[in-house]
């Protein structure tokens, strides 16, 4: 069964203090991992697509990596505005469906 | 390019009560897919549709129904409101293959007494 787990549930940093949240995933067929970001009230918003190991993208203070078990979010220098729950999500099949892992709520304290 | 949106954004409903929550996207795209949203639960497929005519169920179908006559419009009607689907529902769309991100719409609340 296709499984996504993210880790910490939820993180405390201060502004400046550069961490990392990781998205374990177990899928038949990887055909893509997701990053979203997501504010309350608010639907997911996205970040990256990784497609293979070894990849890793880059948006400002955030990069993903992705290795054949996980992928990890790093968070360089995050400032106050960094504040929001990440969500990881997998495709392994050709239909759009998407598996969400639980999500790491992130909070950056000035 | 107002790209997903969703109406309403509350909604309070009695046990019992039927409606419809609409979801509407202007870019194109083939796939279209519904969710929940919980406390503790994370994002839940409900049912999703890879094209005009054609829909699936996801992992939490039961007492949901979709329809999707045209690409533009993926709406979801509750037959008959319970208090377990008090959540918040998103719609989600993806261009198809080949481009599998999914864009997601703000959100129903929905509150069921």
């Known amino acids: 069964e296709d499984q996504v787990t993210q880790s910490p549930e939820a993180l405390r940093l201060q502004e400046g203090e550069s961490s990392s949240l990781n998205c374990s995933y177990t899928?038949?067929?990887?055909?893509?991992l997701f990053w979203y970001r997501q504010d309350p009230g608010k639907g997911p918003e996205f970040l990256f697509t990784l497609y293979s190991a070894g990849e890793e993208k880059e948006k400002e203070r955030l990069k993903a990596t992705l290795t054949k078990k996980e992928s990890f979010l790093h968070i360089t220098a995050p400032k106050p505005e960094d504040s929001a729950t990440y969500l990881c999500?997998?495709?392994?099949?050709?239909?759009?469906?998407?598996?969400f892992g639980q999500g790491t709520t992130l909070q950056v304290k000035p | 390019n107002a790209g997903v949106t969703q109406t309403p954004k509350f909604q309070v409903l009695k046990t019992g009560q039927s409606m419809t929550l609409q979801c509407a996207q202007d870019?194109?795209?083939?796939?279209m897919s519904w969710y929940r949203q919980d406390p503790g639960m994370g994002l839940r497929l409900i049912h999703y549709s890879v094209g005009a005519g054609i829909t699936d169920q996801g992992e939490v179908p039961n007492g949901y129904n979709v329809s999707r006559s045209t690409t533009e419009d993926f709406p979801l009607r509750l037959l008959s409101a319970a208090p377990s689907q008090t959540s918040v529902y998103f719609c989600?769309?993806?261009?198809?293959?080949?481009?599998?991100?999914?864009?997601f719409g703000p959100g129903t609340r929905l509150l069921v007494l």
């Open positions: 870019m194109n795209h083939e796939y």
């Open positions: 899928v038949s067929g990887l055909r893509g």
């Open positions: 999500a997998v495709n392994s099949g050709n239909t759009g469906k998407l598996i």
């Open positions: 989600a769309s993806t261009k198809g293959l080949g481009d599998e991100t999914q864009y």
